[in-house]
Nanobody, 115 residues
């Protein structure tokens, strides 16, 4: 069982930056993948970024603006979001897939990009 605790969501102006954090209750050697989904009002949840031992992948609309990284010592992943746009407004959900292919979700954190 992996528990995920998110933090970092906030209100930010267009062009601004935020960093989301997601701390896992298990070490990364028990996790195959971690990352973030987001869900905007009236839209389906979409994958934003994923990190595995093989590397990192991003949804096209965030490439060059968002960076996903991890700190193995803290069992934590970080999503650095720069040049934020109003269309990035959504609830961001951290997720993890363990070595038995079970998926876990965080509680969600609100990111609002507005002037």
């Amino acid at each position: 069982q992996v528990q995920l605790v998110e933090s970092g969501g906030s209100l930010v102006q267009p062009g601004g930056s935020l960093r989301l954090s997601c701390a896992a209750s298990e070490p990364f050697f028990r996790i195959n993948a971690m990352g973030w989904y987001r869900q905007a009002p009236g839209k389906q949840r979409e994958l934003v970024a994923t990190i595995t031992n093989s590397g990192t992948n991003y949804e096209d609309s965030v490439k060059g603006r968002f960076t996903l990284s991890r700190d193995d010592a803290k069992n934590t992943v970080y999503l650095q979001m720069n040049s934020l746009k109003p269309e990035d407004t959504a609830v961001y959900y951290c997720y993890a897939v363990d070595t038995k292919a079970r998926i876990y979700w965080g509680q969600g954190t609100q990111v609002t990009v507005s002037s």
